[in-house]
């Protein structure tokens, strides 16, 4: 069955950076766009990029352009979010979904990985 | 940028009752775009519809999604206990997915 699990809990510092993985299981991870959605403490949801399904280029939402790395390994079929410069709005759970290609939407979602950004 | 506005904020509904919730697109939407989760709370969040009005694999049929435009709504026609949680809107367009704000469903 589909599984993406994400890496632990982060705390950072403000100015740092994070990287957070999403492991993929029981699809072949080049077939599928992945995403990276994020929700603040008690706010709605947010996307933030898609790593592309055969090519693995990333496209990146406007707001997060210049300090957000979408990346891939794919012989773990690990796709990877790197997020810089890092300040307290950024604390928030972090979520890897899966996107059918040319679906639109996500089907499979990550635990979440909560980020937290204090000094 | 298409900005998805849903209302009302909470709904304070009983089990057993029908609960109606509305998706409001800045333009219009191509409805194969539109798309209803639920998240209840500490969890990731759930597909529903897709395509506006396609229930996902496993959605029980008390949950139905219409709408065109820029007008879009989710119903459940029969709340269950387990129904409560928050519902967001989503759509693809122009390279962007936005979600909406999110609708809280409550136990009234």
């Known amino acids: 069955q589909v599984q993406l699990v994400q890496s632990g809990a982060e705390v950072k510092k403000p100015g740092a950076s994070v990287k957070v993985s999403c492991k993929a299981s029981?699809?072949?991870?080049?077939?599928?766009?992945m995403h990276w959605v994020r929700q603040a403490p008690g706010q709605g949801l947010e996307w933030m990029g898609i790593?592309?399904?055969?090519?693995?280029?990333?496209e990146y939402a406007q707001k997060f352009q210049g300090r957000v790395t979408l990346t891939r390994d794919t012989s773990t079929s690990t796709v990877y979010m790197e997020l810089s410069s890092l300040t307290s709005e950024d604390t928030a759970v972090y979520y890897c979904?899966?996107?059918?290609?040319?679906?639109?939407?996500?089907?499979?979602w990550g635990q979440g990985t909560l980020v937290t950004v204090s000094s | 940028e298409i900005v998805l506005t849903q209302s009302p904020g909470t709904l304070s509904l009983s089990p057993g009752e029908r609960a109606t919730l509305s998706c409001r697109a800045s333009q219009s939407v191509s409805s194969s775009y539109l798309v209803w989760y639920q998240q209840k709370s500490g969890q990731a969040p759930r597909l529903l519809i897709y395509g506006a009005s396609s229930r996902a694999i496993g959605i029980p049929d008390r949950f139905s999604g219409s709408g065109s435009g820029t007008d879009f709504t989710l119903t459940i026609s029969r709340l269950e206990p387990e129904d409560f949680a928050v519902y967001y809107c989503q759509q693809y367009g122009s390279l962007q997915y936005t979600f909406g704000q999110g609708t809280k469903l409550e136990i009234k």
């Open positions: 979904a899966r996107e059918r290609v040319e679906a639109y939407y996500f089907e499979y």
């Open positions: 790593t592309r399904s055969s090519s693995g280029n990333a």
């Open positions: 029981g699809y072949t991870l080049t077939s599928y766009h």
